[in-house]
T-cell receptor
């Protein structure tokens, strides 16, 4: 069964460093998303992406965050200068169309020290 | 920020018992989804409900969307230890999959 894959599964980084989280969405899906979940808290929407541009973003997705689809398969989330409070599980997700079933990856656990 | 409150937050029951988990909001949603999440993994979709009053069944799980599309419930009949996990509801207001997740219900089914 097709699935969303994410790398790395776990990354530890020093505060102020740049981090890139990578995702390979399901191949025929057109909409891509990033969500995050701080330990013990709710899953929160960060951004949605369609047709090579951001569709919507939340208040969390500030200037420190960016997304990119550098080639035909990868979808990346970049955090330019990490803060301690960026420590969280970051989930990539994709769907065929907006409003269709959304499939989540297994997550990338980011620890900022 | 739209708030989806789930209750109870924690639930521990004996195998074979029935249970109901509630997901409530003051906001109207175009659809509401239920997920199950295992530790260290991403949420896995169980069901999507889109019509007010809709009831969907998935084996021993029954999902209902409120008439006003502001709330939902998940009922499990004859719970099994394999049902143990974190159950999340998530609402979609615009049909754009910008999901607002609930606070979660952690279910433990004791053999």
């Amino acid at each position: 069964e097709p699935e969303v894959t994410q790398t790395p599964s776990h990354q530890v980084t020093q505060m102020g460093q740049e981090v890139i989280l990578r995702c390979v969405p399901i191949s025929n899906h057109l909409y891509f998303y990033w969500y995050r979940q701080i330990l013990g808290q709710k899953v929160e929407f960060l951004v949605s992406f369609y047709n090579n541009e951001i569709s919507e973003k939340s208040e969390i997705f500030d200037d420190q965050f960016s997304v990119e689809r550098p080639d035909g398969s990868n979808f990346t989330l970049k955090i330019r200068s990490t803060k301690l409070e960026d420590s969280a599980m970051y989930f990539c997700a994709s769907s065929v169309l907006s409003g269709n079933t959304i499939y989540f990856g297994e997550g990338s656990w980011l620890t900022v020290v | 920020t739209q708030l989806l409150e789930q209750s109870p937050q924690f639930l521990s029951i004996q195998e074979g018992e029935n249970l109901t988990v509630y997901c409530n909001s003051s906001s109207v949603f175009s659809s509401l989804q239920w997920y199950r999440q295992e530790p260290g993994e991403g949420p896995v979709l169980l069901v999507t409900v889109v019509t007010g009053g809709e009831v969907k069944k998935l084996k021993r799980l029954t999902f209902q969307f409120g008439d006003a599309r502001k709330d939902s419930s998940l009922h499990i009949t004859a719970a099994q230890p394999g049902d143990t996990g974190l159950y999340l509801c998530a609402g979609d207001q615009t049909g754009a999959n910008n999901l607002f997740f609930g606070t979660g219900t952690r279910l433990t089914v004791i053999p």
